[in-house]
């Protein structure tokens, strides 16, 4: 059973860059079919998608987000990682990793997902 | 301001049936049937409920059932029941440049 878990520091301080880790078992992160994503939910708003990246190291960005987010992949370690520059208490939120499923075109399903880790931007 | 708009709260008794809509527009909703909904309680990760549009996957219950007509989907649970007590949210393809949005989500109240 595929399993995600995030991981990293849950308080950045403002200005500074914010560095998230999802390490993936019970499956390959290089499996040709899916691909791996980021997303994150401010307390108690909604859900924003962040951006996906394929194993092979292509990434797609939220367009609001573009200029501060990289996503890479370490295959070695079944892991994929989100950098998030220049934070500001706006970024305070749950940040989810999970399988995004690319079918029929276009982006489809986010599933499963990691459980969620807290990270809190503050002096 | 999310790019899809759903209810802010729904509410029903058990063994009712309730509808959620997500509206969004002919660049999004309209023009890809690959809208999905997900189940989120206090606390946990979102779960997938229902992908391109109206696909169950294994494990979910046929309580849970979704549509689209235009720039409009729903999701529709049929004999509430309390545990159906959550937030749902759905989400969309929004084509090559913007890729992916959410709705800001339901709050499903089980009276």
């Known amino acids: 059973q595929l399993q995600l878990q995030e991981s990293g520091p849950g308080l950045v301080k403002p200005s500074e860059t914010l560095s998230l880790t999802c390490t993936v078992s019970?499956?390959?992160?290089?499996?040709?079919?899916?691909?791996w994503g980021w997303i994150r939910q401010p307390p108690g708003k909604g859900l924003e998608w962040i951006g996906s990246?394929?194993?092979?190291?292509?990434?797609y960005y939220n367009p609001s987000l573009k200029s501060r987010v990289t996503i890479t992949v370490d295959t070695s370690k079944n892991q994929f990682s989100l950098k998030l520059s220049s934070v500001t208490a706006a970024d305070t939120a749950v940040y989810y990793c999970?399988?995004?499923?690319?079918?029929?075109?276009?982006?489809?399903?986010?599933?499963?997902w990691g459980q969620g880790t807290l990270v809190t931007v503050s002096s | 301001q999310s790019a899809l708009t759903q209810p802010a709260s729904v509410s029903g008794s058990p063994g009712q049936s309730i509808t959620i809509s997500c509206t969004g527009t002919?660049?999004?909703?309209?023009?890809?049937?690959?809208v999905s909904w997900y189940q989120q309680h206090p606390g946990k990760a979102p779960k997938l409920m229902i992908y391109?549009?109206?696909k169950r996957p294994s494990g979910v219950s046929n309580r849970f059932s979704g549509s689209k007509s235009g720039n409009t989907a729903s999701l529709t649970i049929s004999g509430l029941q309390a545990e159906d007590e959550a937030d749902y949210y759905c989400?969309?393809?929004?084509?090559?440049?913007?890729?992916?949005?959410f709705g800001g989500g339901t709050k499903l109240t089980v009276l």
């Open positions: 002919s660049s999004d909703v309209g023009s890809y049937n690959l």
């Open positions: 999970a399988r995004h499923i690319f079918r029929g075109g276009g982006w489809n399903w986010f599933d499963p």
């Open positions: 019970g499956g390959s992160i290089s499996s040709s079919s899916y691909y």
């Open positions: 391109e549009v109206s």
């Open positions: 989400c969309s393809y929004a084509g090559s440049s913007t890729h992916v949005v």
């Open positions: 990246m394929y194993y092979s190291g292509s990434t």
